[in-house]
């Protein structure tokens, strides 16, 4: 093991969260390709472990204790990383959290779930922050929403003896590492969070309308907008070019009719103005930047290396997104504001200030509490002008 601990501790010393951790270990791995792939998925496992857990740790516990203790709490159930804990913690590794920390502490080991994350930030109405914090120390599951008859998957999983959760009619979860290509044909499913999937009610499109996905990524809540209703007019916009690219991509994957794609910088008001002039839609879906801290559990380096400065600018940006998004806005038209934020700061007080800056008026507010389903969480506001 002794290759594994050096290689883990010159990880983490180079890992600075300036890219996604797992770009960062993907090019690391290129460098060392003597690694196998059962060294790559512990040190994997590893380094999440490491950025879930060790901050709520004493600093002066050695790195390889700090380590063994994130291990011991995280949840995995890789057979290669359970073999690294201590004899007497072989076996426990299921245990409820206050059970773990409980045989921690019979260690001399404390953990301060509260220094996860030092912030003042509020939360938003429907999350508990203590709750949030248990949620880091665990995995999500990987969801998508299939798109054909969902009794054939079941049917399909069942005959190949897969591991799965149906947590809706057309939704269905896996554990995180699941090779989903390798089991269905892709245009038959998307990989899609739960929560995200959730958004559904919210939009209700109808034939005809016009609708604007105006930060639209990679299309994710555009395909599911045009599953439920294809007689929509839909435009997209987003200002990276390649993400664009993927969208095209994916609507053709799916055998969709390609929207009206607009590369735009949403918060460059003039550069709008010359790419859309007088446009105006029924329905704007406003799925803003946001901290991401509602998926943090996904990404824990977000965690770890978070400054709350940033939500500063990342409220501003979303606040200038969607002032400029309302005046493209049709009379009694709705603009649905998501984020994947559980800050209050980028929820309802960033609805507050649409209010405060437009003719809109909020109708519904909702956070999308994923934890119990091991999804993500989203905050979804609908208003109205």
Known sequence: MRHLQQHIHRIIENYEGKLPLHH??????KKYPILGSRD??????????????????DENLSFDRKLEACLFLSETNAHQVLQLLRPEWQGKHDYFLQQKLQVLEKDKMKFNIQKLLSTSLSFSTGMDKEQWLRSLLQQPDL???YRKNSKQLIRILQDKNIQFRQVGENCFAFPNATKLQELLPEKDYVVQDASSQMTAVYLSPKPEEYWWDCCSGAGGKSLLLKDLQPEIHLTVTDKRKSILHNLQERFQLYHKNVPEIVEADMADENALKR???????DNIICDVPCSGSGTWART?????FFEEKNIKEFS???????????????KDGRLIYITCSVFQKENENAVASIEANSTLKCSEVKLINGIENKADSMFVAMLKN
């Open 300 to 304: 824990p380096e977000q965690a770890y």
């Open 316 to 330: 501003e940006l979303q606040e200038k997104i969607a002032v400029h998004a309302t005046r493209y806005l049709k």
């Open 40 to 57: 790559r998925k512990m040190l994997s496992d590893m380094a999440f472990s490491w950025y879930r857990c060790s901050k709520g740790f």
């Open 24 to 29: 960062f270990l993907k090019s690391y791995y």
């Open 275 to 281: 790419k859309l002039e007088h446009r105006q839609f």
């Open 143 to 145: 969801f998508i929403r």
